[in-house]
């Protein structure tokens, strides 16, 4: 099925500059047509026919010369105008003559019905005369014309300047092109950066009415967005700091009752839930002491990989530079690598800088997730008891938590099994 879009370009300049462009080459197109075809043929088919009347009197003045005194005076003015009716001693042969001009065809088309079939009509190279020759009575006569006479010569004129003002035109609309475009790609950066959690230096709304709405419209919702993360931290922050006294008389109060396997189930219970408490609130201390910023996250890898031990491995370029927030990433790395070791005996991590974005692939060798139980893993306090053991403490967040930490940054976490015979977690950051 024929789609216009699959031929026309695809940007949104491309496309506006196109909009400007094809009419302006229409309209030239069809004014430069039009006017050579119509205008400029019929001029020359006039000056043709005033040429063709001239020759036919020459030529009956060739053959009858008992001519009156007017016309006589009319073939002294032909002739002053470089007519003669005998052929020169040193003319050009008419073999040699350059058959080729513009509208010969419409010049030897009148000459023929004057003079008949049996003339000549050409030009020599490099010389402004046009050459006419017919039989007259028993001689051959010689018109040498000047192509002025025979052409409009400056008709280019009209075409230079009509396309002198359709490129100014067109200059002026690509100049105020310019103007919106950039705007709508200040904006798009501006969105961009917003979404990976940093802020657009000098970023103002700029441009059409409509783009600065959306300009505002966007700085709006990145304030309310903002607003809301912050809400949550500080509920998420509160919550969890005040859970931990009554978490601490439980435990209390289960340290002094009699040991038996049901207090040792609810003992274990409340160690969970006091692990989740520290989790929460590490995770609400870092969104708030963590600015974006410019720093290594091969290095960072290395230091995580070190934190769990030197028994995994770190491949990859030891250095690699993106932006964000290096708190939330170190927290995601090791919530991944955490998530790893859980359920497999060991893992490795691979650092990838790719041409866009930069990687960091975990692999290890647990029992794995099914394919389509991928996005099943991310929703929060997901326990996948089939695919994992059931005998691991966590609060079930650490994919959440790293998700959701990568697409604030304008990346992602991806699942994929793992040549390890495991799971592969796939945390992806634009450069």
């Known amino acids: 099925m024929f789609r216009l879009r699959d031929i026309t370009p695809s940007g949104l300049y491309a496309r506006s500059l196109l909009l400007i462009l094809a009419p302006v080459l229409l309209i030239l197109g069809l004014m430069t047509w039009y006017y050579y075809s119509s205008h400029i043929a019929e001029m020359n088919r006039k000056l043709g026919q005033a040429i063709a009347r001239d020759a036919a009197f020459i030529r009956d003045a060739c053959i009858n010369p008992d001519y009156g005194p007017d016309d006589h005076a009319r073939i002294q003015y032909l002739l002053e105008t470089e007519f003669t009716c005998t052929l020169p001693a040193g003319a050009v042969p008419s073999d040699q003559l350059q058959q080729s001009f513009a509208y010969n065809d419409t010049l030897v088309s009148e000459l023929a019905a004057r003079l008949g079939n049996e003339l000549v009509v050409g030009q020599v190279p490099q010389d402004a005369k046009l050459h006419i020759r017919f039989p007259a009575g028993g001689t051959i006569a010689e018109i040498n014309i000047d192509r002025k006479r025979a052409l409009v010569i400056n008709s280019h004129f009209f075409i230079v300047w009509v396309i002198f003002f359709s490129l ?4 002026l609309a690509i100049g105020f092109l310019n103007q919106q475009v950039r705007s709508i790609l200040r904006l798009s950066q501006a969105a961009r950066a917003f979404g990976r959690g940093r802020d657009l230096e000098d970023f103002r709304p700029s441009g059409a009415t409509e783009v600065r709405d959306a300009a505002r419209a966007i700085i709006d919702m990145k304030n309310r967005l903002t607003a809301f993360a912050d809400q949550r931290t500080a509920m998420l922050a509160g919550v969890s700091h005040d859970l931990r006294t009554p978490l601490t008389r439980l435990k209390l109060t289960l340290a002094l ?26 995770f609400a201390r870092g969104e708030e002491g963590d600015e974006p910023g410019q720093f290594d996250i091969g290095v960072m890898a290395l230091e995580v990989a070190a934190s769990f031990g030197p028994h995994i491995p770190v491949s990859g370029p ?9 708190l ?9 690598v955490s998530n790893a070791l859980k359920y497999a005996s060991h893992a490795r991590v691979t650092v990838i800088n ?75 950051l634009p450069h």
Request: net charge negative; glycine share 8%; proline share 8%.
């Open 168 to 171: 100014l035109m067109v200059a």
């Open 257 to 282: 009752m009699p040991d038996s396997e049901d207090m040792k189930a609810a003992q274990s219970d409340l160690d969970d839930m006091a692990m989740m408490l520290d989790e929460y609130l590490a």
């Open 354 to 428: 790719g041409p866009h974005w930069a990687e960091i692939i975990i692999d290890d060798d647990g029992p794995g997730i099914p394919p389509e139980r991928y996005e099943e893993a991310f929703r929060p306090f997901s326990r996948l008891d089939k695919a994992r053991s059931q005998n691991t403490s966590g609060s079930g967040l650490g994919l959440t938590l790293a998700r959701d930490t990568a697409r604030l940054h304008g990346g992602d976490v991806r699942l994929s099994p793992s040549p390890l015979g495991g799971l592969r977690a796939i945390l992806r």
């Open 318 to 326: 030891p250095s690699l530079t993106v932006r964000g927030r290096p």
């Open 328 to 336: 939330a990433l170190k927290r995601a790395i090791t919530n991944l």
